[in-house]
């Protein structure tokens, strides 16, 4: 099994940036791909970005493509979401996810408790 743990998230203006991080524990952490997904007040959760387990291949949603860049660090069991020129609408609690698939959102099935990104406008 894996364990998720996300942070980094706050409060920034329109146009600014911030960078969230997943902490992964796991013995099968290497194997899997990992993945963002949100979920703002009222609607249902959506994928945002994934990245599959050896860190070669991407995939971004369509609202999100060009602002924001997904990595990770398989040595340091970590994932990470470089978010700019931020959004009011991209405000929403953010969870990390464990996967089997990087192209397939529906094979992820492992969840951080998530943290809470808010954009002024």
């Known amino acids: 099994q894996v364990q998720l743990v996300e942070s980094g998230g706050g409060l920034v203006q329109a146009g600014g940036s911030l960078r969230l991080s997943c902490a992964a524990s796991?013995?099968?952490?290497?194997?899997?791909?990992m993945g963002w997904f949100r979920q703002a007040p009222g609607k249902e959760r959506e994928f945002v970005a994934a990245i599959n387990w050896g860190g070669a291949n991407t995939y971004y949603a369509d609202s999100v493509k060009g602002r924001f860049t997904i990595s990770r660090d398989n040595a340091k069991n970590a994932v990470y979401l470089q978010m700019n020129s931020l959004k009011p609408e991209d405000t929403a609690v953010y969870y990390c996810a464990a996967g089997g698939r990087y192209s397939d959102y529906n094979s992820f099935d492992f969840w951080g408790q998530g943290t809470q990104v808010t954009v002024s406008s």
């Open positions: 796991g013995r099968t952490f290497n194997n899997r791909a």
